[in-house]
């Protein structure tokens, strides 16, 4: 009964391990990362004196340029986003580190983030 029991322990225990991150997602420091320059990006978009149409394919220009800058492909990115969608909670320390950043960012902007266009 003690070995029935023991065995019943460790494949649950391994079970249960199986929540680490699957091959080709980005890690949530690199999700952190990309996130900053994606959403400053958008910002910087968005203010542009350009019609919408306009706005989108620079944006979409520029996000390009980001995945090239991170070593990131937009599926490796999609696919990542899919994963942490799934766990709301990773997803919200995500964001919050995003959010934090970008504050240290505004009331700092000569830390280098900054792009010129």
Known sequence: ??????????????????????????????MVEVLIDIQLTEGKVSALPVSYDSS?????????????????SDSVFTQSMLYYLEDAGKMDQIYARVIDSLVVLESNPSTGKEENF
């Open 56 to 72: 989108q394919v620079l944006y979409n220009l520029l996000e390009k340029e980001i995945f090239i800058n991170h070593g990131v």
């Open 1 to 30: 009964m003690r070995y029935l029991l023991g065995v019943l322990l460790l494949v649950f225990g391994i079970s249960c391990d199986r929540q680490s991150q699957p091959e080709g997602v980005l890690s949530e420091g690199q």
